[in-house]
């Protein structure tokens, strides 16, 4: 399984997102090609709600520990709660991660 599926569904099965984005940005860094080693993450959840930053960052960490003591050398976070996200980027819906259907397929024959 690709670190960046590890990453998604331990994140997803953690905080049960509004919005969950997982990039791969290695390519943006000097690494051999293939490489999964440096990933931004944006995460909408209401576990947020109440945190200041660095709590909300130590709870992603926490959840991506065995990632982050591996392979994964830099995690940029992003996090927001629902009303922030909305504050920020606009009343458009949040689109939930999703993994039925084709996604679902095509992370099984990745496996």
């Known amino acids: 399984m690709r670190i960046q599926d590890t990453i998604e569904a331990k994140l997803a099965g953690e905080f049960a997102p509004a ?3 997982v990039v791969n940005e290695s390519g943006n ?6 490489s999964e080693t440096h990933f931004r ?5 209401a576990a947020f ?3 200041r930053l660095l709590a909300r960052h130590r709870l992603v960490n926490t959840a991506l520990a065995a990632e982050l003591a591996g392979g994964v050398h830099a995690l940029a976070l992003h996090t927001y709660t629902e009303s922030e996200w909305r ?9 939930p991660p999703c993994l039925g ?3 679902r397929e095509a992370a099984e024959t990745r496996r």
């Open 19 to 21: 919005h969950l984005e």
């Open 101 to 103: 259907g084709a996604a």
């Open 29 to 34: 860094h000097n690494v051999p090609p293939g």
């Open 49 to 51: 709600e109440g945190l």
């Open 41 to 45: 993450v944006v995460l909408v959840a």
């Open 87 to 95: 504050a920020r980027f606009g009343a458009a819906p949040l689109s």
